[in-house]
């Protein structure tokens, strides 16, 4: 006769419902905490987005010059998708880390204690998460050529034959539509290391093979805003007008001084010092051969907006000068008054392989016009204007070879 088995230990089924049932609450625990540490880590990403963004923002306006913790506090509170547990930390510069007291950096710390219901089960402490970044403005293109032109006007104008070979980049700050960049000409041509824009660059069969185009780029910040106000040195003009010309000036030496206009038609030296121009006109004319001893800057200004004295520069001109390395008017040469409004072609410059500039064309207010001499022509120099436009049947070389001091783009970037 068959053995019957009874009691509850003798059925397998029995066991392993004693079994799951003493594990459920250790299953259910485990799926529990899962849960949180899945809420723990979004918000920990979140939270680094938000941090991250924060930083830019920040960076942006110390670039721009504005506040950094208003920008950052705007930029958190459209973006930020968690609750914060403590005010955001906001420094300009960073007290810690790489970029301590770097005062171009903004570091961006935010913390937050989400609620994780299982966890404060096994752990009584608060679960605060934190999220730090820092972000910086840094250099990126390289430029020779910068308008600060930055409302709906094109920053360059292209025009007639013009053939422009830059072997550096050009930026413009300008927003103009369809593209910051316009080509008057169809037969005009540009070749660039780069062309930069903050407005839209259109494409177009001018550019020449291996130009970049690079639209919507942060707006450059003038290069030379540091420069005193161009009026400050004319206070003591003597109003007299002076033309360097004929055998009398030839070979002599030229000092500083203030004039209500001053041509150059011989060979001069000119002593080390600071050459001001008030009201009428800065020409380089045919036979000037111009050099210095020392460095020296140009300055035009006037009485006021409408007679600020402009610049003109021959293509058969040979100029070898070099700008001041220190002081308040430090890497310029020529310096136009911030008050000019000459949106047309006043200032005029034709480029030649005579000359050479060591240092920057300051034109802030007013348009540059650039007449190129000869395919051939190299001229290393850099050029700041509102606006610039190129123009005539040659070509021109603009080219700077490996000078440190070409005019550098900026673009903000997370570094730390």
Known sequence: MPQIRTGIGSCERGNALIVVAALMPLLVGAGAVGIDVAQWTLAKRQLQRAADTGAIAGATAVMKKD???AAVERTLLLNNQVAFSAEAVVENAPTVGALAGDTGAVRVVLSTTPSLAFVSFFYSGPTTISAESTAKAVADNKYCFVTLEDGPFPGYDFSGSSGVNAECGLMTNSRAKPSAVVFGGASATLKASSVAAVGALTQASNYVSGTNLVPYQSKLPDPYAYAPEASNYGTSCSG?????????????????????SLSFKTKVTLNAGTYVVKGGSLDFGAGADVSANGPVTFILTGDSSSSIAKLSIGSTATIKLNAPTTGPLQDILFYQDRRARYLSNENSMSGNSTSSYGGGFYFPGSNLYYIGASASAAVCVR?????????????????????KDKLFGQSVRIVA
């Open 383 to 403: 050029i700041v204007s509102l606006r610039a436009s190129f123009g005539g049947n040659s070509g021109a070389l603009l080219s700077c070879g490996s000078n």
């Open 67 to 69: 506040a950094p913790r």
């Open 240 to 260: 007299t007008s002076l033309v360097v010309d004929g055998a009398s000036w030839n070979n002599k030496t030229l000092s500083q001084g203030c004039w209500s």
